[in-house]
């Protein structure tokens, strides 16, 4: 691990906690406006800005889930920039705390995917169990008998 003093009193750290992507996460540490006896460790907003590239919290749902990931990691944010104050003697699991808070943040990215082709296919069932029932719909069907590989979700 390395620290670079980037502006007075304002240190990023170097260490080998990286982003999915293989980009390095910015994490910075600071005296912390608390006491001179706390360190805060935090993020800037880099890791919001980060995150906006790819998936936005535009909803109260995502503000939600977003709020739930810090609290339960008790983290703060504070207009985007997330940070925990700690005492020296905790520095390495509170860095380690907020580099993995970071990567569920980051990973809020995938949310928006697995949602969507989960509720594709929970749709498409009801929609085929209600409206085309009369149909007699088989599910998983295997149009030649003795060749699973050409399995299909419904026959009608």
């Not at 906690?17 to 293989?22: F, I, K, P, T």
């Not at 980051?106 to 949602?115: D, G, S, V």
């Not at 594709?120 to 295997?142: C, G, R, S, V």
Request: hydrophobic content about 40%.
């Amino acid at each position: 691990m390395k620290l670079n003093e980037k502006r007075p009193g304002i240190f990023q750290l170097f260490a080998p906690l990286y982003h999915a992507d293989g980009d390095m996460m910015e994490i910075f540490l600071l005296q912390s406006p608390n006491g001179s006896d706390f360190i805060r460790v935090c993020d800037f907003g880099l890791t919001l800005m980060r995150l906006s590239y790819s998936y936005d919290i535009d909803t109260v749902n995502k503000e939600k889930i977003l709020n739930h990931i810090l609290i339960e990691n008790r983290i703060s944010n504070e207009n985007g920039n997330f940070f925990i104050d700690v005492k020296p003697e905790s520095l390495y699991p509170a860095i380690m705390q907020f580099a993995q808070t970071l990567a569920k943040v980051i990973n809020m990215r995938l949310f928006k995917r697995e949602i969507i082709h989960s509720l594709f296919w929970e749709l498409l069932e009801e929609f085929i169990e209600t409206k085309l029932f009369k149909f007699k719909p088989q599910k998983k069907f295997y149009p030649i008998s003795g060749h699973e590989e050409y399995e299909v979700d419904y026959c009608f």
